[in-house]
């Protein structure tokens, strides 16, 4: 079936460091990818998502290319705020076309001053 | 134009009790997905609803866990007899009909303690 696997966290990094979580999926027929932050104590925000192969996504100063070679949605960031301090949730549309995700396990990133 | 809305934000119940949990999704749109988020894991989907009907409930528990979304009011996640392992969070997810399949709308989650 389906699945999404993400880098284990929790990832601590320094303000204005550059940001890299690695995400890759399986899944039949061609789903869309999505990013989902999600800050402590709140719902899933999204943050970015891609349709189709090649595209990028981008919003806040976060990427990431949908790469079915690979089969990658790789999220960066040039340089990351305390702000940005949050759980990221890599995700697919589910082959049923429903519209219901599947979700990775989720990574903590903790940036400190 | 409100977000989705879910309540309550917190629930405890003792064990044996029952749990209902509501969701408003956003003006406009009529699919609803439930979510559940044990601690330290990412959501599993549990089930996908449309006007009074089910879609998709591949996800949910076979015993105890049932979900409705009538023509009026919200969709509402029933777990009866609830035991320690169902506390998680519970969230929420609404699409619009010429959306569909390509964003989900979540809301604020509702967690659940058993105790």
């Known amino acids: 079936g389906d699945s999404v696997t993400q880098m284990e966290g929790p990832v601590t990094l320094s303000e204005e460091a550059f940001l890299t979580i690695n995400c890759t999926y399986t899944?039949?027929?061609?789903?869309?990818l999505f990013w989902y932050v999600q800050y402590p104590g709140e719902g899933l925000q999204l943050l970015l998502k891609a349709t189709k192969a090649d595209d990028k996504g981008s919003n806040k100063g976060f990427e990431a290319t949908y790469r079915k070679e690979t089969t990658s949605f790789h999220l960066e960031k040039g340089s990351v705020q305390v702000s940005d301090s949050a759980v990221y949730f890599c995700a697919l549309s589910g082959s049923s076309n429903t519209g219901k995700l599947i979700f990775g396990q989720g990574t903590t990133l903790q940036v400190k001053p | 134009n409100a977000g989705v809305m879910q309540n309550p934000r917190h629930l405890v119940r003792r064990r044996g009790q029952e749990a209902r949990l509501r969701c408003s999704p956003m003006?406009?749109?009529?699919?609803v997905y439930w979510y559940r988020q044990l601690p330290e894991e990412g959501l599993k989907f549990m089930v996908y609803?449309?006007?009074?009907?089910?879609?998709?409930e591949s996800g949910m528990p076979k015993e105890r866990f049932s979900a409705e979304f009538p023509k009026e009011g919200p969709s509402i996640l029933r777990i009866q007899q609830v035991v320690r392992g169902d506390s998680a969070a519970y969230f929420c997810a609404s699409s619009p009909p010429d959306r569909f399949g390509t964003e989900a709308f979540f809301g604020q989650g509702t967690r659940l303690t058993v105790v």
């Open positions: 899944a039949t027929g061609y789903p869309s």
């Open positions: 003006k406009g749109h009529s699919h």
């Open positions: 609803l449309q006007k009074e009907n089910i879609i998709d």
